[in-house]
Structures are given as C-alpha cells and as structure tokens.
Nanobody
C-alpha cells in the first residue's frame, strides 16, 4: 500500500513560482507519478506525469512553465511551477499508477493512489 502526501501549495502573485512536493510512504521507483488539479467548479484535469524512465508529459496549458521531476532515493516527486497565472489556481493532487507500461498517463481513473491535495492560489 502506498500513501502520498502533497505539500508546497500557497498564495503567489501572477508570474511567481512554487514547488510542490509529493512524498510517498512506499517504494514507487517503478510507478508512473502524476499531478492533477481541480479549479473551483471545474473537473479534475491532468497537469503532468513522469514515468520510471523519466519520460515526461504535460498538459498544453502548462508546457514550458511547469516541470515534473522525481527523486527515487527520497520517494518524492516534485512539480516546479513558474510563470504562474490566475488560471493555475486550484487544488493540486499527486497520483501514482503501478502500471509502468500503460500507454497513456493522462487519465485520472488509471491512478490507484492519490494524495490529499495542496491548494495553489495565484492572485494579486
């Protein structure tokens, strides 16, 4: 059983940066790890993901601004968010998928484990 703990959210001005962390209780070195977000009144959406091979994929809305990385020695995944915009506001969730060979990383229903979420607010 894997437990995920998200942290690092907060209030930031437009154009600012934040780094989110996702600490796993178990070994997740072979898992696909992802970040999703959910804005007010919106459905949960894919942000980015990283495979065990360090292959990454991003939503078009964050490409070039966000970077996902992993430190398997620490069982931790990071989401570096730069040039933040008000539309990036929402609750951010870390997720883990045991199937490292799954073709897509974008579908929330494929992820077995979820963090509790951390709030990111981008506002003046």
């Amino acid at each position: 059983q894997v437990q995920l703990v998200d942290s690092g959210g907060g209030l930031v001005q437009p154009g600012g940066s934040l780094r989110l962390s996702c600490a796993a209780s178990g070994r997740t070195v072979s898992y696909t790890m992802a970040w999703f977000r959910q804005g007010p009144g919106q459905e949960r959406e894919f942000v980015g993901a990283i495979r065990w091979s360090d292959t990454t994929e991003y939503a078009n809305s964050v490409k070039g601004r966000f970077t996902i990385s992993r430190d398997d020695a620490k069982n931790t995944v990071y989401l570096q968010m730069n040039s933040l915009k008000p539309e990036d506001t929402g609750a951010y969730y870390c997720a883990a998928d045991r199937d490292r060979f799954r073709a897509t990383m974008r579908r929330a229903e494929e992820y077995e484990y979820w963090g509790q979420g951390t709030q990111v607010t981008v506002s003046l």
